[in-house]
């Protein structure tokens, strides 16, 4: 069984701060600890239950936050950028299920840490007119590429919003917000423990296969400044809703491509930190 774990930082066991989760921050280098030991718990789980090969994929900001030396032996790892599939890098078909660990809710939610992709940039995200964050993003892209998502930890924002897109996910939530900056923190060690265990059960039966997705689905992304969708609609296939909204329609995945494109463009154009 071949498991793949996309891992993002500010759904992570204990972390509910920026400079928890930004390169530079007071507590960073100890959010990198804490972000290879939820990671190394969800690997103790897929091997339980039969995973016979493993790769994680760096998912958070600047993509060099896993440490090798602190991963698990019996996984590989993707860091580093640019990626072209950014979050899901090295996700295929060849994959029977895959796991998000340390997910956030998307912009606008009393989530701890919340946004969607780019701090305040992105002010919303519709996918087929649902509204739609990193969760509900990632899934879909998954789904796909023909591998079901089976398990996601992160704050109880997070789970709220993975069960609310697909209610057949197990959910691990390791913190409970209290605001976008402050969490009652289940205790690590017992946080690890369900994560391990979850996963494991997640696994228990082999995943089944998600349907055939329909051949074009259509993403519209509202940005907080005008000046990136009237860049944006140089690129073919883009057009405005309005004065901040712009959409395209094509085939997932390659649309989830186009959105990393989007991006890139908007960071070339914006210099905000997120979480401001």
Excluded at 10 to 16: A, N, Y
Excluded at 54 to 82: C, F, S, T
Excluded at 164 to 180: F, L, Q
Excluded at 181 to 201: D, K, M, N, S
Aim: aromatic share 6%; proline share 7%; with cysteine.
């Amino acid at each position: 069984m071949r498991i793949y774990i996309s891992v993002d930082m500010e759904g992570i066991t204990g972390l509910v701060d920026a400079d928890d989760v930004q390169p530079g921050g007071r507590d960073y280098e100890r959010g990198r600890s804490m972000m290879a030991e939820d990671v190394n718990a969800a690997v103790r789980g897929a091997l339980a239950a039969g995973a016979t090969d493993i790769l994680v994929n760096d998912a958070h900001g600047p993509m060099r936050n896993l440490l090798p030396e602190a991963l698990h032996p019996a996984a590989r790892l993707v860091r580093g950028k640019p990626k072209q599939m950014g979050m899901l890098e090295g996700l295929g078909p060849e994959y029977d299920a895959a796991l998000c660990v340390g997910y956030h809710s998307r912009a606008g939610a009393l989530g701890v840490l919340s946004h969607s992709f780019m701090g305040h940039e992105i002010e919303d995200i519709w996918l087929d007119g649902r509204p739609v964050g990193e969760i509900g993003l990632a899934h879909a892209t998954a789904a796909a590429l023909g591998v079901p998502v089976v398990a996601l930890t992160g704050d109880d924002a997070a789970c709220a919003e993975m069960t609310a897109w697909d209610a057949s996910v197990v959910t691990v939530p390791v913190k409970y917000a209290h605001d976008r900056f402050a969490a009652r923190l289940r205790p690590a060690g017992e946080a690890r423990e369900a994560i391990e265990e979850e996963v494991a059960r997640a696994l228990s039966v082999p995943p089944a296969r998600p349907s055939a997705p329909a051949a074009e689905a259509t993403l519209a992304v509202r940005w907080q400044s005008a000046s990136v969708p009237a860049t944006l609609l140089g690129i073919p296939g883009v057009t405005a809703e309005d004065s901040r909204t712009v959409r395209s329609t094509g085939p997932l995945p390659a649309l989830y491509r186009l959105f990393g494109v989007w991006m890139r463009v908007a960071a070339s154009l914006t210099d905000q930190r997120p979480y401001c």
